[in-house]
């Protein structure tokens, strides 16, 4: 089960990227926000944090305006290996090199599709050890 959730800035690539995982057969658990109204990121990336640590889920995609802000907040959380992508190299390299476990990606940054190589990029690498 991956984890999912974002700010406002980031509703609809959330949404648009559940769809996109759900056709692959990932299992997704929606962590808000829901709506377009202000909202304060931290609060997603700790519900996206304590479900990863928990162990409710597996892994987190964190989403917001550029994906910087929802980095920040997720790795403050011990046991929290957050990774800000782009491209998809660098989502391979991050889980396969530093073992992240939550993904976050920048919805006024890179496009739906981007986003979706990127996240279907992440899920499938394995860490090397």
Not at 7 to 34: F, N, P
Not at 82 to 95: E, G, I, M, R, V
């Amino acid at each position: 089960m991956i984890a999912i959730g974002c700010d406002h800035g980031a509703l609809e690539l959330k949404e648009q990227l559940i769809e996109h995982l759900k056709k692959r057969g990932v299992e997704c658990k929606d962590y808000g926000t829901y709506t377009k109204d202000s909202c304060d990121y931290p609060v997603y990336a700790k519900k996206v944090a304590e479900a990863i640590l928990s162990g409710e889920c597996e892994e987190g995609i964190l989403l917001c305006g550029t994906g910087i802000g929802m980095s920040m907040a997720a790795n403050k959380i011990k046991g929290i290996r957050a990774a800000l992508c782009s491209d998809c190299f660098s989502a391979q390299a991050t889980k396969e090199h530093n073992n992240a476990n939550v993904l976050c990606m920048g919805a006024r940054v890179i496009g739906p599709e981007l986003a979706f190589r990127i996240a279907d990029t992440f899920l499938d690498s394995k860490f090397s050890n």
